[in-house]
Structures are given as C-alpha cells and as structure tokens.
C-alpha cells in the first residue's frame, strides 16, 4: 500500500476563477489534497491569491510558500491550470507510475541556456533581462556558487558549451527568430558580447507539470523567489529552481533536449509522453476530435499520455 501524501497545487498564469469549480470536478476524486494558486483571485480556503506576472510564475509559487507547504506531504505535484493530466494518475499511483522515488522529482526536460542559446527564441532574451537585473541585489548571496552549480547541472548530463550559433541552422534560426529582440544590434557585437556564458548557469525546460519532494520544496520554492526577482522566465526560473533544489530529477526527454522540438530524444525509461499543442489550430483540432466534451476526453485519454496542454477549459463543455 502506498505511503505517500501527494499535494495537488494548481498554478493558474491568469485569473480566471470560474475553472476553479471546474478542476475541482475533474481532480477532487484523483487528490485529497488541492490548492489553486492563482494571481490576483479571491482567497478562500483553496484558492491563494498571488501578485506576479504570468511571465515569472515562479514568484507565484514562491509567494505562496506558507500556504503550500504541510507537513506530512511527501510530494507536491505542479499543475497548470489548463493542463489536464491523465485520468488513471492519482494520489495513489502517480509517483511510482513516473518512476520517483522519496526524493525524486519530474519535469519534461532539461537544457541549458548556453547550450540552446540559438535553438530557443527565449533563451537570449533571458540572459540579456538577467544581465539587466543581477545589479538590483545580490542574488550570489542567495544561490549556490555558479561553479557549484554548473558542476552539479554537468553531473546530471547537462553541457554548457560556449553559447554562439554552432551550425548554418542555428544561424538561420538567430537570423530568423531572434532578430527583432536584438533590435539593430550588429552580428559581430552578438557573436562576442552574447557569445559570453549566462551569468549564472540557467536552464530551461517545460514547466506546466512537474513533481518536488517534500524534502527539497522549500529550498525549491526560495530559488523560485530569487530567479522571479531577477525577472527571470518561468521556464527558466522553474527548472534552475527545481535542479539546484532536488538530488535526482526524472525526464521524459534526454538531458539538453529542446522541449518544443517535435524531434526530440527521449529518456530511454521514460514511461510517458507530455502532448503540447505550440498552435491555436493544433488545439481546436484536438477539442474538435473529442466533440469538446471534457468527460469524453477523460474517458478516452490516450493511455500513454501523461498530460495533454493546453486544454482551455472555457471552450469544453
């Protein structure tokens, strides 16, 4: 019999409390346990109210601190709003159907900024606003060392290559994607200044659904509050947080994976697939395919799905 306490905290990017009643339809049977961190909503006794952009959701998680944690739990599992997680997981099964141990967390992936620096459009806009800000505080006195860190992101397969376009793809990409965020700034000014390493060793990874053990949340939920002070992306703030924070972190995909790479390698033990939808059309046609009936959905979730996101709760009946 499992001796776990599983908390369900659900981790709205906007406020829209009518999906409260909702989630509470589709998880009360799943999770004894429910939280609704949401910004700006109405407290009550599950709903707790948050001041943050959506673009630093970890400062959600971090401002809710004292209303997450309990003492008995044994892991807090991490949902977006509107992320609808497999209807066989529960409170009973879902850590060892990921394969986690007392002191294991989840997430999709991991990668490092360095390392995606040209394959992700976001990762050179982070670094430049964590450049910009670092000077407001002294966040070193907050982390562990950056050589701590880096060491410790390496020993979990992670590289940290110099951060410059590597291929004519990359180029391509730089050219492409990340031109209107550099503004007029020359190519050779970005090959040496944005040829630097970050900073501070950032990651990023996919972060709508993740699990923290209870050992390592509090530590975890403190970095969320450092990296949203220093404006620091969700999806980069949450895996850093999450790595520096917890010893062993299970993957679907393979350490320096890109998570919005529809060619991805996964974890050769990885026991589900997370479905993202990266368009509008992606997602119509997938509630379109269910009848946008939530129940028919959850009826007939594919079984080796882990999650499918973003479900739009307001659009289903």
Not at 100 to 119: Q, V
Not at 240 to 248: C, Y
Not at 257 to 272: I, N
Request: charged share 25%.
């Amino acid at each position: 019999m499992t001796t776990e306490k599983i908390s369900a905290i659900f981790l709205f990017n906007h406020k829209f409390e009518p999906n409260v009643a909702k989630l509470e339809a589709l998880y009360r049977d799943r999770f004894s346990h429910r939280k609704y961190v949401m910004p700006f909503g109405t407290a009550s006794d599950k709903v707790i109210p948050v001041y943050e952009t959506s673009y630093r959701f970890s400062g959600h998680l971090a401002q809710a601190r004292d209303r997450i944690l309990e003492d008995d739990v044994t892991h807090y599992v991490v949902i977006s709003d509107d992320l609808i997680v497999n209807p066989a997981l529960n409170e009973r099964n879902i850590v060892s159907k990921l394969g986690l141990g007392a002191n294991s967390g989840y997430i999709k992936s991991l990668g490092t900024l360095d390392d995606l620096r040209y394959r992700w459009w976001r990762a050179l806009m982070i670094v430049n606003d964590f450049e910009r800000t670092e000077g407001y505080f002294d966040y070193r006195a907050e982390l562990p060392p950056a050589e701590v860190a880096r060491a410790r992101f390496e020993a979990m397969g992670l590289r940290f290559p110099r951060p410059v376009p590597r291929s004519r793809s990359e180029w391509h990409f730089a050219l492409r994607k990340l031109h209107t965020h550099l503004k007029r700034t020359d190519w050779g000014t970005i090959y040496t200044k944005h040829g630097k390493p970050a900073p501070y060793p950032l990651l990023c990874g996919y972060a709508d659904f993740f699990v923290v053990p209870a050992k390592a949340m509090r530590t975890f939920l403190y970095y969320c509050g450092v990296f949203a002070a220093l404006n620091v992306f969700a999806e980069a703030a949450v895996p850093t947080a999450l790595a520096l924070a917890v010893d062993e972190l299970v993957t679907e995909l393979k350490p320096g994976e890109l998570f919005d790479d529809p060619h991805a390698a996964r974890a050769p033990d990885a026991r589900f697939k997370g479905v993202e939808f990266w368009t509008g059309e992606e997602g119509e046609a997938f509630a379109a395919r269910y009848g946008n009936d939530i129940n028919r959905l959850v009826t007939e979730f594919p079984k080796d799905w882990l999650y499918v996101h973003p479900v739009k709760l307001s659009r289903w009946r």
